[in-house]
Structure formats: C-alpha cells, structure tokens
C-alpha cells in the first residue's frame, strides 16, 4: 500500500513508540510504501487551486495525487478536514495502525 505520510508523523515514529513508530515499522517490513525523499520520489504538479485552509497543507494533498496514492497518515486538524477531496482517504495513525496494521 503507498502512503503519504506527514511529516510530523514520520518525525514522532523516529523519537517515541506508539501508533507513528508503528507506521515506520510497518515501513522497515514492507507493509506499507512510503511517498517521500528516499523512500519514493515523485514529480508533483501544483494544485489548481487551495484545498486546505492551511496551505502548507496542499503539498500532502499534492503529493497523493501525483503518486497515485489514496490515503494520507496525519494528525493535522486542516487535513483531516479535507478527507474524501479527490478520493483521498485522511486517517490519524492510531485509526491507520488499527486497520492496516495489525497483526
């Protein structure tokens, strides 16, 4: 499965446990398929108009689309807002951990 992962997701699997570190894991056995630098790069266009109402928001967004991925992993309140838009699904960790990930 390709993801795009936020980055303040990928930072909190790096330096604490839990749902993120769970998600990087998934990442080291292969569950999953990172959309990043050095996991996948991609070539992404700008979206046409603003999606989130947080900008810096719109490169995730963006970033799905051009990989073809279907599902973003982030905590980030103006994302999650957006769930649905263009067929993108927006999920926290714990909610992917839990229908993903588990064993």
């Not at 894991?25 to 999606?51: F, I, K, N, T, Y």
């Not at 719109?58 to 263009?86: E, N, Q, T, W």
Request: one cysteine or more; glycine letters at 8%.
């Amino acid at each position: 499965m390709r993801i795009v992962l936020d980055t303040n997701v990928f930072i909190s699997g790096i330096f604490f446990s839990g749902p993120p570190h769970r998600i990087l894991q998934g990442w080291r056995d292969g569950r999953v398929h990172l959309v990043l630098v050095e996991a996948e790069m991609c070539q992404v266009e700008p979206l046409s108009e603003a999606v989130c109402a947080d900008p810096d928001d719109d490169k995730f967004i963006a970033c799905a689309l051009s990989s073809g991925s279907k599902l973003i992993v982030s905590g980030d309140k103006h994302l999650l807002d957006v769930a649905g838009y263009r067929g993108i699904e927006i999920l926290k960790p714990r909610p992917f951990v839990d229908k993903h990930l588990l064993d």
